[in-house]
């Protein structure tokens, strides 16, 4: 379960660090925008990407995010979703347009030309959450 902390986090749009395992075993990063689908974090993405075929391969995933923290505050909130990833064929447009809407402006209309059916959804069901901030529990 997602604390509500971290889920308004999450609804505010803070940019999220998706790590997946290449197929050496090294880490691969991307940068992306990701939103709430019920308990699971999600993300839209129009290309089959590295990203994507290293979850098909290894499902585990982390996605780390910055929190809001004042000026002059000594360690700033963050959060690490370690987690199971699951890659779905379609949704991409419908999900950007979404997500597009807290990153970007609230017209946001996402500008590439894709159908619903286009693209892939990266569902994360997120099994344990460390870093700084209220939505930290276990110490």
Do not use: C
């Not at 379960?1 to 395992?21: C, D, F, Q, S, W």
């Not at 019920?38 to 929190?67: A, T, W």
């Not at 286009?118 to 276990?138: N, S």
């Amino acid at each position: 379960m997602i604390p509500v902390a971290l889920r308004e986090l999450i609804e505010r749009g803070p940019l999220a660090h998706l790590v997946t395992v290449n197929i050496d075993g090294s880490p691969q990063v991307t940068v992306v925008w990701i939103g709430m689908d019920g308990d699971d974090v999600v993300s839209g993405h129009l290309q089959n990407s590295v990203k994507l075929r290293n979850i098909r391969r290894d499902p585990r995933v982390v996605i780390s995010l910055e929190g809001d923290s004042p000026p002059g505050t000594f360690l700033a909130d963050y959060a690490v979703l370690h987690g199971t990833g699951e890659v779905t064929e379609g949704g991409a447009a419908p999900l950007l347009n979404r997500l597009g809407r807290v990153y970007v402006r609230p017209d946001f209309v996402f500008p590439v030309e894709a159908p619903p059916e286009a693209g892939y959804v990266l569902r994360t069901r997120v099994g344990r959450i460390t870093g700084h901030g209220p939505w930290v529990t276990d110490g």
